[in-house]
Nanobody
Framework: QVQLVESGGGLVQAGGSLRLSCAAS????????MGWFRQAPGKGREFVAA????????YYADSVKGRFTVSRDNAKNTVTLQMNSLKPEDTAVYYC??????????????????WGQGTQVTVSS
């Protein structure tokens, strides 16, 4: 089992950047595929990005590709989402996720098992 705690959300103007971090508990962090989902007001949860256990494979939603970068540090049990060129439509609660058996490319069509509590990102126009 793994527990996830997000940080780094906030208010930013359109075109700006934010960096989200997720701290994971547990001694088997490097075994998990990690990633991020988000939920905008009045909408369902949607996939954002995922990264393999080694960090060698990443997968992004088309809406964030080229603007967001997911990375991980297995020595520190952390995963990071660097968000650049933010748009008002990126406003959402962002959730850190983990799953031991779901490949990054499958995150767009399946729910990962573990979820953090979420952190709010608001992009003003």
């Amino acid at each position: 089992q793994v527990q996830l705690v997000e940080s780094g959300g906030g208010l930013v103007q359109a075109g700006g950047s934010l960096r989200l971090s997720c701290a994971a508990s547990g001694r088997t962090f490097s075994s998990y595929v990690m990633g991020w989902f988000r939920q905008a007001p009045g909408k369902g949860r949607e996939f954002v990005a995922a990264i393999s256990w080694s960090g060698g494979s990443t997968y992004y939603a088309d809406s964030v590709k080229g603007r967001f970068t997911v990375s991980r540090d297995n020595a520190k049990n952390t995963v990071t989402l660097q968000m650049n060129s933010l748009k008002p439509e990126d406003t959402a609660v962002y959730y850190c996720n983990a799953d031991i058996g779901l490949a990054p490319r499958s995150w767009g069509s399946s729910w990962p098992r573990y979820w953090g509590q979420g952190t709010q990102v608001t992009v003003s126009s």
